[in-house]
């Protein structure tokens, strides 16, 4: 069973940044994609940015130039470094994982909050 564990939310200032990491119980490098997406109240869950094999990166047009992700197949881990934060930004984040390209995001950790807040 693939356990994915998210760390690194909190409240941060407009402008100001956070790194969250989501550490796998395998091997991050065996999976085909993995992903960050986000949950607002009252609003649904959507993908943020998401690493497919071999390093193909994707990001959703709000995010792009202020996150950045990353992977470290040796620490099993995938990173999401937030730059420039927004209130608007303010979420739950939850890390994915998807094991095959036929195949929806399968895997999800606990989630991370993430207040962007003066």
């Known amino acids: 069973q693939v356990q994915l564990v998210e760390s690194g939310g909190g409240l941060v200032q407009p402008g100001g940044s956070l790194r969250l990491s989501c550490t796998a119980s395998?091997?991050?490098?065996?999976?085909?994609?993995m992903g960050w997406f986000r949950q607002a109240p009252g609003k649904q869950r959507e993908l943020v940015a998401e690493?497919?094999?071999?390093?193909?990166?994707y990001y959703r047009d709000s995010v792009k130039g202020r996150f950045t992700i990353s992977r470290d197949n040796v620490k099993n881990t995938v990173y999401l470094q937030m730059n420039s934060l927004k209130p608007e930004d303010t979420a739950v984040y939850y890390c994915?994982?998807?094991?095959?390209?036929?195949?929806?995001?399968?895997?999800w950790g606990q989630g991370t909050q993430v207040t962007v807040s003066s």
């Open positions: 690493i497919i094999h071999p390093n193909n990166v």
């Open positions: 395998g091997s991050v490098a065996s999976f085909y994609a």
């Open positions: 994915s994982a998807k094991r095959d390209v036929a195949l929806g995001y399968l895997y």
